[in-house]
């Protein structure tokens, strides 16, 4: 079974292990090929290093390398390298990066320096990391460099910083206008991309932050027409619990783009191609005409609940496949 | 006191450590200020980073960081990045580079990547260590890349090789049969070299290599005109002891060019503008027409040694000042 999912970093990540454990453990499920289309939006230069941050959590995560308790960078993780660029003065200093961490980054840098593009890179990795042991591949929404840059607004002056300036150091709290994607509309799908999601059973979308996450990957020009053209059922997963994200600033994000910070409204950032939509057992949110709506508990506390949560995202989608009985 | 010192890697940056030492404890030296030309030929680019390890054994050495047990590298130092380069299947192995020793790296390359030339990053870690605080200033010999490469004959075969993997890979046992120093002929002295050498009080040869560390100085283009050319008594000190080097494959290197494993073979090579050599108590060589020969123990076992070595050799410089009753 081919399953394609776009992904952002922590909580696609742990959704996605999750779906990995179902496809092991349930016994009815079968064999799991599954492609991940990752996030580079958020990609980043420091210290003449390039960053992916959402294609690292992926990694470090379906790898068994991450460390558990952020939800990012590696486990077991030393910071020798860090202190001693800040005894350099090298700036900046907000961005947590570990020994380990920066050798990905040297790795990275060096292949891309030798022209190699970030899909083939993104490949090394993955072969690092066993991925394609477990039936996993991960493809960058884009080969194209595409960063995130947030306009924000301070004493009156407005300036764009990175995104990441803006979520890591200001932890989404300065007042932001809007998000601009530098390179977003000249980028192409990465290869495999596209066919990934055309040859799909089924395409599901993870509970990620759908403006700078999901919504970065849906800019990509021809992914968005893929998924409206695709034969497979598209089912996504609420990433608001109550009105709030489990983890990070999607609240923020849907304020920002003026979108009410609820299920319903986030499912109509995807309307044109959403087919099964996963809400959390108390949501107010209903089905309708061409949209399935399932209520089930959306907490990942563990890889158990997680798995729980991608199973019911997966079987929704299966019973929606055409041929299936779909509405 | 003006002192310029040309120097290599861990010999000349305990000599110099030990001459720092010297004129901090011996009631009668004037303040110094020594200005050290460092050896480039040895730079390498490993993993995309610029690697300058002559540089940085004088800067750790100097800055009371180095890895006394090594000579070279940070002490206290952890190897979590080199041991994740290897699982990520990154090459080469046999470099070894700490996760402080990588902190330099990844600077340095970030601002030459900005186009800073190398003596403005080599500033810029003289103030991380504070030699500026010990009045010592630090150039590069050239800010033109410069790569000393080995032709090591193999099963009848020649090929070059960078020279770090000649000496450190191969511990400089592959039979060599030349060096290529690539850029050198072009390479222009940086800024403040060639006036250094013109307006000291003494010039130090500390007992670094002569073939691939002084001898690639002396190679830059216009350096050797200046010595030849200064007013200031030229001191140097002999590598060897006993017919061998205290340390490193100086032997090695003086065979592969064709010149005797001796102290005076070894004063032959800076015969154009030498004036005082310093050589081990029992050296059987003995003082000439324009050149003066002082002997005394040349092992720096410890850093008393080592100032007692640097006191001896400025001393004899200061002897041959003009109007101080040179020979």
Redesign the interface.
Known sequence: MRITALAGGVGGARFLRGLLHHARTAPSTEPVELTVIGNTGDDITL???RICPDLDTLLYTLGGGIHEGQGWGRAD??H??????A????EPTWFGL???D???H??R??LL?RGMPLSGVVE??S??WGLDEQGVRLLPMTDTPVETHVVVSEDGEQRAIHFQEWWVRHRAELPAERFVVAGLDRATPAPGVLDAIREADVVLLPPSNPVVSIGIILGVPGVRDALRGSRAPVVGVSPLVGGRPVRGHADVCLRTIGVDETSEAVAGLYADFLDGWLVDEDDPMTSRRGLEVVHRPLLMSSTDAAAAMAGAALDLGLRLRPGSGRA
Do not use: I, N, Y
Request: charged residues 20%; hydrophobic residues 45%; neutral net charge.
């Open positions: 210290f003449g290093l993780e030393s020798h390298m860090a202190q001693e660029l005894a350099l003065g090298a570990g020994d380990k920066f050798a990905t040297v790795f840098s060096q320096g090394r990795l072969a690092r």
